[in-house]
């Protein structure tokens, strides 16, 4: 009867502790009060918190509370968290304990994770992996396990190595650190991390196997499973046929431009802003943009991270050949001196009508990146659910949902072709995009939801030419 006693208390127990309140838990539902330094709330990991872009200048601080000294006395705890680089360069400290552990991104080989542990005998130990991190763009789990003689270290619910400890951790009360490190005099910030955190995470437990098992299924999409629901895109119904050739025209009109041919009807809006007002296609007899009409291009600075809005730049010239059919626009940024870009359209009697850009940063230090053509509010016809989104690089999937031809939540697609379109309506819109040399140039697609529902809008855009770098997709604008 003791022994029975005591194997129910032990299971009582463990369920108890593994129900326990983490001892730190951050989801970024707001700003948080703790931080210091400069940073701004962004799109997270889930729908369960938003995340924290960090830039290089911002940290979060926090007093050890008895419970961490408690875990940390004892060498029985999980730190976690989820965390996105935009870029490969990016490294810093994702926690640290100065005293106790810390987490970093190494600064000498940025694929891999470097944990330290100051221990009671053996002083501070420096346990580094091998290369383990995936490319960047993508959201990453990073998860270390701490226990009295081990620590594990696991990227994406994989274990990466598991490394003996040779004397306990010790316990500190020095300020608990997350996104970089602390000098001696606790006040000038120690290779900070440059990129977003979500779902910061210390249990005070080891996790083990089971958990971290989920975490893999979540990082890891099955491809055919993902498409199961793909296939051969429904049947059109003809398209409405072109049999009265209109020779091309541009006409001005207040604020604006209408270009029309045989086959469309494009009006672009010059003042304030330059957008595609309106685009009816004569394939369909139907307009195929929404209301609100799209801009036609959009700038990123810092890498391809933040969108300008396309309200930031002034139309300071507008130039029409109407013999070549070709308009010129140039657009300036208001607040930034020498930033200006000129936009040419050049159009025909075919279905088709080119868009091209010439960027001039005056020097600017930031880099910008420009996208143009970029479409938005397509919409083909006035039943928005019959629209379809189609992929011919990827035997012809298509679906249903702009979100479907991005391959997986997380990374991004590069296609040569895209289209939206009406089955029956029997046509829509397709963008593809090239160098100036001809050079097939891919549109970018990107789920940035994990639950793979995004906005209505779909929102597609290409690097032009001189640009080595696959242009990033815009978070803020839900694809």
């Excluded at 279905?351 to 010439?358: L, M, R, S, Y």
Aim: proline fraction near 6%.
């Amino acid at each position: 009867m003791k022994n029975t006693r005591f194997l129910t208390l032990v299971c009582l127990l463990a369920c108890a502790m593994s129900f326990a309140k983490p001892i730190l838990e951050l989801d970024f539902s707001k700003m948080p009060a703790e931080l210091q330094g400069s940073a701004r709330l962004a799109p997270g990991y889930s729908d369960k918190g938003k995340g924290l872009w960090l830039d290089g200048h911002g940290r979060l601080e926090y007093q050890p509370s008895q419970e961490l000294l408690a875990v940390e006395e004892a060498c029985t705890f999980t730190f976690e968290c989820w965390m996105l680089r935009e870029d490969e360069d990016e490294e810093g400290f994702l926690i640290r304990h100065n005293g106790a552990f810390a987490v970093r991104i190494l600064p000498w080989d940025k694929r891999r994770i470097g944990l330290g542990v100051w221990t009671r005998d053996a002083g501070y130990v420096a346990l580094d992996s091998e290369p383990c991190l995936p490319a960047a763009g993508t959201w990453q789990h990073v998860g270390v396990v701490f226990k009295p003689q081990e620590v594990e270290l696991y990227i994406n619910g994989n274990r990466q190595f598991t490394k003996a400890l040779v004397s306990p951790m010790r316990v500190s009360k020095h300020t608990v650190v997350i996104g970089a490190g602390l000098d001696e005099n606790k006040q000038t910030p120690i290779s900070p991390f440059v990129g977003t955190l979500s779902e910061v995470k210390i249990s005070a437990e080891p996790k083990g196997k089971e958990y971290f098992g989920k975490i893999a299924e979540a990082t890891t999409e099955n491809f055919d499973a993902v498409h199961s629901s793909f296939g051969i895109p429904p049947k059109c119904a003809p398209g409405k046929a072109i049999d009265t050739q209109v020779p091309p025209t541009l006409t001005p009109k207040e604020n604006g431009l209408v270009i029309a041919n045989s086959f469309y009807t494009l009006e672009l809006q010059t003042k304030p802003e330059l957008r595609v007002k309106r685009l009816f296609s004569n394939f369909t007899d139907c307009e195929c943009l929404q209301s609100a009409g799209s801009p036609l291009f959009a700038v990123a600075l810092d890498g391809g991270t933040r969108r300008v809005p396309t309200e930031s730049f002034a139309v300071t010239d507008v130039t029409v050949e109407q013999e070549a059919k070709v308009i010129h626009v140039q657009v300036t940024a208001k607040h930034a001196t020498g930033v200006e870009m000129r936009i040419s359209l050049d159009f025909d009697d075919t279905e088709e009508i080119a868009v091209g850009a010439v960027l001039r940063n005056g020097g600017h230090r930031q880099r910008i990146v420009p996208c143009v053509p970029l479409l938005e509010n397509l919409a083909i016809g006035p039943d928005f659910n019959e629209n379809w989104y189609f992929n011919p690089q990827v035997s012809g999937w298509a679906g249903k949902a702009s979100y479907e031809i991005a391959l997986a939540y997380g990374f991004r697609s590069w296609i040569q072709l895209a289209d939206v379109f009406s089955p029956t309506l029997g046509g829509g819109v397709a963008l593809t995009g090239q160098e100036t040399k001809g050079v097939v140039k891919g549109i970018a697609t990107r789920k940035t939801k994990k639950s793979g529902k995004v906005a209505v809008n779909y929102n597609l855009c290409w690097v032009t030419a001189g640009d080595n770098e696959p242009m990033r997709m815009f978070d803020d604008k839900g694809v």
